[in-house]
């Protein structure tokens, strides 16, 4: 664990009140623990890590409330996202998975297309296809589903929140130029706990990247420790016309 950072994570104001007033270093005071200037200034990195902070004004909506915004962005309809998407190790070893499209309707339909032409879809009640990119064979899993990937889950995300679910505002940021939210949240799903970032458009509201990061052993023992990355190059939502609605087709 890296102690400077577990101290500026310590820091981070999660409510409006807590940052009230402190409109430069000398006023920000770490919970329990006082600041102490010198020494952090010591650290050649954290000065970065330290303006992230004072990016969240005072004035910043909360999480719940970007959440809220983001659900009201994408609206109804058939939500279509390409993005590109890669696995960090901690050794430095990165796998690259591509370029995707993705169109989804709700809990009904969906369909996934990858740049080596494989390709998924669902549909309620008919199960998944998948159609092989290279033979063009055609699998299909009556008794199989499919779940849209955390970029769409605003609308989950927001629910979650208003149950009492801890999902908050880390910060602003910049992805590929667009200023954005920060927010974070951690979900056990069966095993380590997965932490996890959505990245929100700040003036749109539309997901700009995606994060999960988990740590443990395998079912063979052996100890991992990597980070899922998913960044959105092109994010939008459909009229739920007929004619869109083939695009949720197998080669549609």
């Given at each position: 664990m890296d102690p400077v950072l577990d101290r500026v994570r310590a820091a981070n104001p999660v409510t409006e009140?807590?940052?009230?007033?402190?409109?430069?270093?000398?006023?920000?005071?770490?919970?329990?623990?006082?600041?102490?200037?010198?020494?952090?200034?010591?650290?050649?990195?954290?000065?970065?890590?330290?303006?992230?902070?004072?990016?969240?004004?005072?004035?910043a909506p909360g999480a719940s409330e970007i959440l809220r915004r983001a659900s009201v962005a994408v609206g109804d309809g058939i939500l279509y996202a390409q993005s590109t998407a890669e696995l960090r190790a901690a050794d430095g070893e990165v796998d690259h998975y591509g370029t995707r499209r993705v169109w989804v309707r709700g809990d009904d339909a969906m369909r996934w297309v990858d740049d080596q032409g494989n390709e998924d879809?669902?549909?309620?009640?008919?199960?998944?296809?998948?159609?092989?990119?290279?033979?063009?064979?055609?699998?299909?899993?009556?008794?199989?589903?499919?779940?849209?990937?955390?970029?769409?889950?605003?609308?989950?995300?927001?629910?979650?929140?208003?149950?009492?679910?801890?999902v908050t505002l880390e910060g602003e940021t910049t992805v590929d130029g667009r200023p954005a939210y920060v927010l974070r949240w951690t979900e056990q799903r069966g095993g380590p706990a997965i932490e996890q970032k959505l990245w929100i458009d700040r003036e749109t509201y539309a997901p700009l990247r995606y994060t999960d990061h988990s740590r443990g052993r395998d079912v063979s023992g052996k100890p991992f420790d990597q980070t899922y990355v998913e960044t959105v190059q092109e994010f939008r939502t459909l009229p739920d016309t007929p004619e869109n609605r083939r695009l949720l087709e197998l080669g549609g």
């Open positions: 009140a807590e940052f009230a007033g402190a409109a430069d270093f000398d006023a920000l005071v770490l919970p329990r623990r006082p600041r102490r200037r010198r020494r952090w200034l010591a650290v050649p990195a954290l000065g970065t890590v330290v303006a992230a902070l004072v990016l969240v004004p005072s004035s879809v669902y549909a309620k009640g008919a199960g998944t296809a998948h159609r092989d990119g290279r033979t063009g064979e055609v699998e299909r899993e009556p008794d199989a589903s499919m779940v849209a990937g955390d970029i769409f889950r605003s609308v989950a995300l927001l629910q979650s929140a208003r149950a009492g679910d801890a």
